[in-house]
């Protein structure tokens, strides 16, 4: 399976979703090109069960940091992930 994604608008927002995720799975913020931020998740050799916790850890590091949605990228397909005021993840 190929990594999680999760795009941060800042670095001080990637390493507060790194410190949630790494309860759950190592995680690693990148800058990017544009500014962004990319914190990644190799679920590759991981077990299944290791995304839902992954994913409710990235909903509350959007609320917790006060941000409408966030990117999602998983096995190649992107999503937005909104906070509590649409607590769900839609394909973009």
Same mark, same amino acid.
């Given at each position: 399976?190929?990594?999680?994604?999760?795009?941060?608008?800042?670095?001080?927002?990637?390493?507060?979703?790194?410190?949630?995720?790494?309860? &759950?799975?190592?995680?690693?913020?990148?800058?990017?090109?544009?500014?962004?931020?990319?914190?990644?998740?190799?679920?590759?050799?991981?077990?299944?069960?290791?995304?839902?916790?992954?994913?409710?850890?990235?909903?509350?590091?959007?609320?917790?940091?006060?941000?409408?949605?966030?990117?999602?990228?998983?096995?190649? &397909?992107?999503?937005?992930?909104?906070?509590?005021?649409?607590?769900?993840?839609?394909?973009?």
């Amino acid at each position: 399976m190929a990594p999680l994604i999760i795009s941060s608008p800042t670095a001080a927002a990637a390493y507060v979703l790194v410190d949630l995720l790494n309860e &759950h799975c190592r995680a690693v913020a990148s800058p990017q090109p544009d500014s962004t931020w990319e914190v990644r998740v190799e679920v590759g050799n991981a077990p299944r069960n290791v995304l839902p916790p992954c994913l409710a850890a990235a909903r509350e590091w959007v609320d917790r940091c006060g941000l409408a949605s966030a990117s999602v990228t998983l096995d190649g &397909h992107t999503h937005l992930l909104r906070g509590s005021t649409g607590a769900r993840v839609a394909q973009e």
